[in-house]
């Protein structure tokens, strides 16, 4: 029995916009503070994950044992950095082929989401000029689970008042495509995740979602 693609849930960081480079960085200058060792492997690991989840990956890199208190300071630290950073982002961040694909999905009478695990991700949206644009945000400030769990996308479903079946999951980010498949979602991947085993629909470009079928 065909399902029909009624919604879509994007991931923001690596699909929407691209603020990788500023995580990178954030989180290089809190380590190299610590004196622990970062490069883009480890940063690599990042991807997808919460912000504690990533403090814990960097830390396993550390000489010493960090308190409860000292790991909050460190995020708090990584988080400050990195938004000083996104300040500079302006709406020019946003690609003209990003941009028209968006407008080209919604004439299609598509309803549209964010899924993110970033507590940043309304201010991102704010910067680039998308904060208006989209018909659910669900982002790291109203989950209690991270993906793989797909917790997130579960409630950009349910802003969007549309069974998981009825949704295409858009990720760039192999956990990301976990967490779609395990909430049941339809799997669309680009970047890192383009070649996935587990993804469905493999994107060379954002534009690609125009080729998408919106029966399944």
Known sequence: MKQQIKGIIFDLDGVICFTDIYHYNAWKEMADGEGIEFDLKINDRLKGVSRA???EI?????????TPQEKA???ELKNHIYRE????????DLSEEVRNTLDALRAKGLKLAIGSSSKNAKFILERIG??????????????QRSKPDPQVFLMAAQMLQLNPEECLVVEDAEAGIDAAEAGHFHRAGIGSARDYAKTEYRLDSFQDLLNIPLES
């Not at 960097?58 to 960090?66: D, G, P, Q, T, V």
């Not at 950073?85 to 020019?92: D, G, R, V």
């Not at 904060?131 to 790291?140: H, L, R």
């Open 130 to 143: 998308l904060i208006d644009f989209f018909d659910a945000i669900s982002d790291g400030t109203n989950i």
């Open 85 to 92: 950073q996104l300040k500079t982002m302006t709406p020019a």
């Open 58 to 66: 960097i830390l396993e890199k550390a000489s010493r044992e960090y």
């Open 73 to 75: 300071d460190l995020m």
């Open 53 to 55: 989840e990533s403090l």
